[in-house]
């Protein structure tokens, strides 16, 4: 195969993410049908991988892959780091040569995946609020390759990247992935352009200089990049901002099976490891490692006995080991948010609420509508649960539930309850306080036959907050219900119904820098007889 790497590297190292073996299982697979065939040119060459037929794969962390039997919670639950499969440079080099060869990849396919896992991966752990500003140093080679498809994803993510690639490589596929940048108008920087102190411009430095197939010592100017990178650590200071570091597939400097040798090279933060970890990371001692990408077949996962985290959903990386202990008390927002002014607010605190929730509709936030609802009961105990508002008005805030559950005996109690607002994507919440009565017969019965009729039956089965023996006698009542009104008859409303809460005090809050956070709160007050709002600020 036609190399794409500078002298004295391999053919195309792992490029994307590889493997995830449980999300591989498939009820047919026409490539391993094809294989079956000994007519077909690549049976001898998995003649000595696969068995009869493909069969779903899982890992046994006792020992060798075995058939899927374990849900992927459970797997990942109880992955230890140790546990996972680190490749030699060998088999590396043989698993990209299959990818390309055989089994018909091209470089830009791996490519693309590999990089959207190297951003996916950043994303997972530092947010663009935080951490926007990244600089991208690209190697000449592949691992540089997935440096500059990082860089556009990320900036499709929401952060500011920019590019270090000082020794271009004169082919179509490297050429386009520039041309891609520059017509999102990323920057691309000079060494000579690079600040002295990295961590003054840069939040994350992507060092996406070489992979595991590099060779020999780094040559100007990547040693004295390297040592750029070497040094924050060195010179970091305590309470001191730094950039933090994100090697792609092997820190630029280290052996690939010894890792850092003297443990004078590059300390990164987060690394990604491609298709699986390499030997050389089993050195790596930051507080992220994750894999990246999931697409290695399960001929490659079988030959080389490839024990790896399954991937959850559709994610493209997947963390290897636990993560870091937290220190609860460390954990913390600053808040990035427009100034909340008294003279941009509405008058009518509903018109106010109306704006924001637009705003959050807007955002495709994700169940806007959802709100903490407290209640308190005649003990004095507060309790509060999620519902969904279900209808606004100028008389106020509407939801609905069963009449016989917790907060419907509570309000009968004390009619006076709250509810709250949070939409984490806008940095804002509300609360709204008042007094709550039950919605019209009428008005309860048309919104419980506008629900599907499947909501409508589960209304039927829960006798909300009663203890139930377990989940299948839900199911079985369920089941009779379902098949009792097949025919498409009207399902009788059981005691079920809406409560509106008449708000007597707004409070719009925004999140903002150091904690200074706007709260603007509404109280009524009459003046002429007329019923007006009074807007005053609170202290954060």
């Not at 000449?140 to 499709?156: I, S, T």
């Amino acid at each position: 195969m036609r190399s794409l790497v500078p002298k004295g590297r391999i053919n195309r190292r792992s490029m994307t993410c590889r493997c995830l073996t449980n999300s591989l299982t498939q009820t047919h697979n026409p490539f391993a049908s094809s294989l079956h065939n000994n007519r077909n040119p690549l049976f001898q060459f998995f003649s000595g991988i696969l068995r009869p037929s493909f069969r779903p794969f899982s890992t046994n962390f006792r020992g060798a892959p075995t058939p899927a039997a374990s849900s992927s919670s459970a797997l990942m639950a109880n992955l230890h780091a140790d546990s996972v499969t680190y490749l030699t440079q060998r088999e590396a080099a043989e698993i990209d040569e299959t990818l390309m060869g055989p089994l018909g990849f091209s470089v830009d396919q791996l490519m693309e995946l590999a990089g959207l896992s190297v951003a996916a991966s950043i994303s997972e752990v530092y947010k663009p609020s935080e951490h926007s500003r990244v600089l991208t140093i690209c190697g000449p080679g592949n691992n540089g390759g997935d440096g500059l498809v990082a860089a556009r994803h990320l900036h499709h993510f929401g952060y500011k990247p920019f590019v270090c690639y000082p020794k271009r490589t004169p082919k179509p596929l490297y050429a386009g992935l520039v041309t891609q940048l520059e017509a999102l108008s990323i920057p691309f920087l000079s060494v000579e352009e690079l600040p002295s102190d990295l961590s003054n411009d840069f939040d994350i430095l992507v060092d996406a200089m070489f992979g595991f197939s590099f060779h020999g010592s780094p040559r100007p100017p990547f040693d004295d990049l390297i040592q750029r990178l070497v040094s924050l650590h060195d010179n970091n200071q305590i309470g001191q901002k730094r950039s933090v570091i994100v090697s792609v597939d092997i820190p630029s400097g280290w052996h690939v099976e010894e890792g850092d040798v003297d443990g004078a090279g590059i300390k990164p933060d987060m690394l990604v490891s491609l298709t699986a970890p390499k030997l050389g990371a089993k050195k790596f001692g930051g507080p992220h490692h994750f894999l990246g990408g999931r697409f290695v077949p399960p001929a490659i996962a079988e030959k080389y006995k490839l024990v790896l985290p399954p991937y959850p959903g559709t994610s493209m990386c997947v963390r290897i080991g636990k993560p870091p202990q937290i220190d609860i008390s460390a954990l913390r927002e600053n808040y990035i948010s427009p100034e909340f002014l008294e003279e941009q607010v509405e008058a009518n605190p509903i018109n106010q609420f109306r704006k924001w929730f637009d705003d959050a509709m807007a955002a495709g936030l994700k169940e806007p509508n959802a709100m903490a609802l407290s209640t308190v009961g005649e003990d004095g105990k507060p309790s509060s649960r999620m519902v969904l508002l279900k209808g606004l008005d100028k008389d106020g805030f509407v939801w609905y539930t069963n009449y016989e559950s917790r907060k419907a005996r509570e309000l009968s109690e004390n009619p006076q309850a709250s509810l709250l607002f949070y939409w984490d994507g806008l940095n804002r919440q509300v609360r709204v306080e008042g007094p709550v009565q039950k919605v019209s017969d009428e008005e309860s019965e048309q919104y419980f036959h506008s629900r599907p009729r499947g909501s409508q039956i589960g209304a039927i089965v829960s006798k909300q907050s009663t203890v139930v023996p377990g989940r299948h006698v839900l199911y079985q009542e369920y089941k009779e219900l379902e098949q009792k009104y097949a025919d498409g008859s009207l399902i009788p409303k059981p005691n079920w119904g809406g409560y509106r809460l008449t708000p007597q005090l707004f409070e719009f809050w925004q999140g903002q820098k150091s904690r200074l956070h706007d709260r603007l709160q509404y109280t009524p007050h009459e003046i002429n007889g007329q019923r007006l709002w009074k807007v005053e600020r609170l202290a954060p």
